[in-house]
């Protein structure tokens, strides 16, 4: 049974930071891409940043240069390091793995929310 966990949401002022932690069971971690997304209340599902099983690593627009991707394939598990936060990264955070159309799975998410 493929698990996704997310851990490292919360409550933060403007300008602080986080760790997203998403640790893996069930898959080959090492052959999945994997990633975040976030979703706000009343918009869309949105890309946050991606690594591949290679570990290039791929970035929404709005968070380059503040939130950076790792991955411990050791560990089977991705980090977020989320600086400088901002009130518009509040939203919903969702890890992501991803090998086909039928090998993609998605964790539970965990709340991020910003004050300004």
């Known amino acids: 049974q493929v698990q996704l966990v997310e851990s490292g949401g919360g409550l933060v002022q403007a300008g602080s930071s986080l760790r997203l932690s998403c640790a893996a069971s069930?898959?080959?971690?090492?052959?999945?891409?994997m990633g975040w997304y976030r979703q706000a209340p009343g918009k869309q599902r949105e890309l946050v940043a991606a690594?591949?099983?290679?570990?290039?690593?791929n970035y929404g627009d709005s968070v380059k240069g503040r939130f950076t991707l790792s991955r411990d394939n050791a560990k089977n598990t991705i980090y977020l390091q989320m600086n400088s936060l901002k009130p518009e990264d509040t939203a919903v955070y969702y890890c992501?793995?991803?090998?086909?159309?039928?090998?993609?799975?998605w964790g539970q998410g965990t709340q991020v929310t910003v004050s300004s």
């Open positions: 992501n793995a991803h090998l086909s159309f039928l090998s993609d799975y």
């Open positions: 690594i591949s099983s290679g570990g290039t690593t």
């Open positions: 069930g898959i080959t971690f090492s052959k999945y891409a």
